[in-house]
């Protein structure tokens, strides 16, 4: 079974296409890779996975759950990170984790919290307010908040972007576990390097459309990545 | 009923850390009390024919303020998006937003009121009671457009422009209802307020009913 089925999914924003049809599936425990130039349809295509934005034409299963029918049940399923975090700078971690849990209705929720807390290294800020935060331990925070109802696809959107050395490494770290655990990923980015590190499979979005997937280990993806998305840059 | 009471007592905490919202509507609408009391001390005109609108001048401007802090509050680090995100129906988040952009309104509005009273040398008579309770009905219907007006210019490019420019005009039918039910009662014309409240009921509930359906298209991208 897949865990991401999505089916000639499209997209516009008025009179600007966004996607023009993409057509991917992913099996459940797989980690991919998905790159493309700025503006190729990426975070289009994971906010549309997300139930955040509305596609126009398709369908996307998550789970084998419809998004469009069910989006409440699709969400149980899905964590979403960005590089925005999404959590309440006016709140301190463990504050921000306990909101999400109620809106998730976890039930006893703080055992939780505790291991995730201690998972992303913020036990000691764990009652500073994010306001005073860094980037990386702001991003930290939101792995946690991605990882509380414990996800069974986990889309990642750039989250790289801003994260200093050792934010990368909790990170990386943290996506080593999701994927031994099982967990789905779907990670996006323009770094090749960076994206392959624990993908299994990659794909290529170029102008809102898959033009490539294989396996991450091959040189296939390299010579793809050159041309779809090096060739692209320089254009 | 758990994520409506999620979402009041997440507010709640915040304001009380951040003392933004409460604070700057009270001190709006006590400004525009003492300022309409210098303005019309010399027309010579009955304190209970201009003070109705004077009243809910400063309660609806005051809560374009509290409702551009609780759109300021989501929108700083995409936090709606987190909300979005959640296993729940639009409507459910809708009506948890009400709640407490109505309980911020509300406490700054019964703050307000007794300033008013005293400021027009009213005694706190019945008619207090009366007004408060108006308060509550046009309260409940300035939040609910306020809420989806805020979630759409939120993703205008001039979000705390566009916000009363939207908001002053649909909240119109309320506010009209609001201050010729108040004017009733400061008046004791009391025979004749049934409708006002009628009229004051009806809007804050269609506001209500038809924003919690089409929230959903409100918060689309």
């Known amino acids: 079974m897949f865990a991401l089925e999505s089916d000639d999914i499209r997209k516009t924003f008025g009179h600007f296409t966004a996607l023009a049809g993409v057509t991917l599936n992913v099996e459940r425990g797989e980690f ?6 700025n503006g190729a349809g990426k975070t289009t295509f994971l906010k549309i996975a997300a139930t955040l934005v509305r596609h126009t034409h398709g369908k996307l299963r998550v789970e084998g759950v419809d998004i469009s029918d069910e989006p409440e049940k699709a969400r149980r399923y899905i964590g979403f990170l960005s590089h925005n975090t999404y959590v309440y700078r006016d709140l301190n971690p463990v504050e921000n984790l306990r909101f999400f849990a109620r809106l998730y209705g976890l039930k006893d929720p703080e055992h ?15 009652s500073d307010p994010v306001r005073g935060f860094s980037r990386g331990l702001h991003q930290r925070l939101g ?21 200093d050395a050792h934010a990368v490494e909790t990170l990386d770290q943290m996506l080593d576990e999701a994927s031994a655990a099982g967990k789905t990923i779907i990670l996006t980015t323009h770094d090749l390097e960076q994206g392959l590190r624990g993908a ?9 459309k898959i033009v490539f997937t294989g396996a991450a280990n091959t040189a296939a993806i390299r010579e793809a990545y050159a041309s779809y998305i090096r060739v ?4 | 009923m758990k994520p409506l009471t999620a979402i009041v007592f997440k507010d709640i905490v915040i304001e009380m850390r951040s003392k933004e919202s409460i604070s700057s509507m009270l001190m709006f609408g006590i400004l525009v009390l003492v300022i309409f009391m210098f303005a019309f001390e010399s027309s010579g005109l009955e304190k209970t024919v201009i003070g109705p609108g004077e009243l809910w001048v400063a309660f609806s401007f005051a809560a374009i303020l509290g409702l551009n802090r609780s759109l300021a509050m989501e929108i700083d680090n995409d936090c709606l998006q987190g909300l979005l995100l959640a296993p ?10 009400v709640a407490s952009n109505f309980a911020f309104m509300i406490i700054a509005e019964f703050i307000v009121l007794p300033v008013f009273f005293i400021l027009n040398n009213l005694s706190f008579d019945q008619r207090f009671i009366g007004i408060a309770g108006i308060s509550i009905l046009g309260t409940l219907g300035i939040s609910a457009v306020g809420t989806i007006l805020s979630t759409i210019s939120a993703n205008t490019r001039m979000k705390e422009v566009m916000l009363p420019i939207l908001q002053i005009p649909l909240s119109v039918p309320v506010i009209i209802a609001a201050v010729e039910a108040t004017s009733q009662i400061l008046n004791n014309e009391k025979p004749e307020i049934s409708a006002w409240l009628t009229i004051l009921a009806g809007f804050s509930i269609v506001y209500l009913t038809v924003s919690y359906l089409v929230f959903e298209f409100a918060v689309e991208e």
Do not use: W
């Not at chain 1, 991919?32 to 130039?37: E, I, N, T």
């Not at chain 1, 792995?143 to 994260?163: F, K, N, Q």
């Not at chain 1, 299994?200 to 809102?208: F, K, S």
């Not at chain 2, 729940?88 to 937003?97: A, I, M, V």
């Open chain 1, 143 to 163: 792995i946690a908040r991605v990882m509380l109802h414990d996800p069974s696809l986990i889309l990642l959107d750039e989250p790289y972007t801003g994260l």
């Open chain 1, 232 to 235: 692209g840059v320089s254009r």
């Open chain 1, 112 to 126: 939780r919290i505790e291991s995730l807390l201690d998972r992303v290294g913020l036990q000691r800020r764990r």
């Open chain 1, 200 to 208: 299994t499979r990659a794909a290529i979005i170029d102008r809102g």
């Open chain 1, 32 to 37: 991919l890779a998905l790159f493309g130039r």
């Open chain 2, 88 to 97: 729940l129906g639009r409507g459910e988040l809708y009506l948890g937003k």
